[in-house]
């Protein structure tokens, strides 16, 4: 179980100290599915960052299984079994695929356990396993691939700061389908999603609300969602998708069919 007790963080600015997270104390219990929302700048990414190590709190505690971990680097929180995925995934030019599976796992493994990580996250591992991890592969393969490591280190709590960042709907609605997979799996661990997607927030065991930096709500699914979806807070995945198809087709339409071709767009996607 993960537990953060009143914990703060700042930046210095022109002003003087800028205050991001303030005062947030809450719990991530174990076999749960946790998603993180909120405006836009209310500290979101910066909690999960706090978490996982790459930043430190001015004051607070952050505790891990019962032992205290806020002093702790980003290497022995990992060790401890925090497993972080980046909005935007790292390439590792001049490492396959296997190479990095195998590096997660920290053990000597066959190349056909590591393409079981692979089929996990559905990625034919044929395809991939001997593939390098550089701009050669795409936003959604990236992100899949960074799963398929987290599976492999097996972490008692995986963090994913918006997966959907940099990604399209059809890699979207695959990731939706490992999250779900990843959930039906969960054993003696837990996962936490920072996300505003309408599609992530309704797979999650429990919903946490930050805006300004405080915890502002918390509570189920059913007790949170209906109140986030009369709010910015929550973003339907083809919003995104409607202004690049409206961009893409507008030289050789007019308004009118502009926006016919932008519902064919969404309704094509969502039914694919």
Same mark, same amino acid.
């Given at each position: 179980?993960?537990?953060?007790?009143?914990?703060?963080?700042?930046?210095?600015?022109?002003?003087?100290?800028?205050?991001?997270?303030?005062?947030?104390?809450?719990?991530?219990?174990?076999?749960?599915?946790?998603?993180?929302?909120?405006?836009?700048?209310?500290?979101?990414?910066?909690?999960?960052?706090?978490?996982?190590?790459?930043?430190?709190?001015?004051?607070?505690?952050?505790?891990?299984?019962?032992?205290?971990?806020?002093?702790?680097?980003?290497?022995?929180?990992?060790?401890?079994?925090?497993?972080?995925?980046?909005?935007?995934? +790292? &390439?590792?030019?001049?490492?396959? +695929?296997?190479?990095?599976?195998?590096?997660?796992?920290?053990?000597?493994?066959?190349?056909?356990?590591?393409?079981?990580?692979?089929?996990?996250?559905?990625?034919?591992?044929?395809?991939?396993?001997?593939?390098? +991890?550089?701009?050669?592969?795409?936003?959604?393969?990236?992100?899949?691939?960074?799963?398929?490591?987290?599976?492999?280190?097996?972490?008692?709590?995986?963090?994913?700061?918006?997966?959907?960042?940099?990604?399209?709907?059809?890699?979207?609605?695959?990731?939706?389908?490992?999250?779900?997979?990843?959930?039906?799996?969960?054993?003696?661990?837990?996962?936490?999603?920072?996300?505003?997607?309408?599609?992530?927030?309704?797979?999650?065991?429990?919903?946490? +609300?930050?805006?300004?930096?405080?915890?502002?709500?918390?509570?189920?699914?059913?007790?949170?969602?209906?109140?986030?979806? &009369?709010?910015?807070?929550?973003?339907?995945?083809?919003?995104?998708?409607?202004?690049?198809?409206?961009?893409?087709?507008?030289?050789?339409?007019?308004?009118?069919?502009?926006?016919?071709?932008?519902?064919?767009?969404?309704?094509?996607?969502?039914?694919?």
């Amino acid at each position: 179980m993960l537990e953060l007790r009143n914990v703060s963080f700042g930046v210095d600015a022109d002003e003087g100290k800028k205050e991001i997270i303030r005062d947030v104390s809450f719990t991530v219990p174990d076999d749960k599915l946790i998603v993180i929302t909120g405006p836009n700048g209310g500290g979101k990414s910066t909690l999960a960052r706090l978490i996982a190590g790459i930043e430190k709190p001015i004051s607070g505690n952050i505790i891990l299984d019962g032992e205290d971990i806020t002093q702790m680097s980003i290497t022995d929180r990992a060790r401890k079994g925090i497993g972080f995925a980046f909005q935007q995934p +790292v &390439r590792f030019k001049g490492i396959e +695929v296997f190479d990095l599976i195998r590096l997660a796992t920290g053990k000597s493994i066959s190349v056909a356990d590591a393409c079981s990580y692979l089929s996990a996250v559905g990625l034919c591992a044929r395809d991939y396993i001997k593939r390098e +991890v550089n701009a050669s592969l795409s936003g959604g393969e990236l992100k899949r691939i960074e799963i398929a490591t987290l599976l492999a280190k097996s972490p008692r709590l995986s963090v994913f700061d918006e997966p959907e960042a940099g990604i399209d709907l059809w890699s979207f609605k695959n990731l939706i389908e490992v999250f779900e997979g990843m959930r039906k799996n969960i054993n003696n661990s837990s996962i936490l999603i920072i996300s505003h997607q309408e599609r992530i927030l309704n797979i999650a065991d429990e919903i946490m +609300v930050i805006r300004d930096g405080r915890l502002a709500e918390k509570g189920t699914r059913d007790e949170i969602l209906p109140g986030l979806m &009369r709010t910015d807070s929550a973003v339907r995945e083809c919003s995104g998708v409607n202004a690049n198809a409206a961009a893409a087709i507008r030289p050789q339409t007019d308004g009118a069919d502009v926006k016919n071709r932008e519902t064919e767009v969404c309704t094509d996607a969502s039914n694919g």
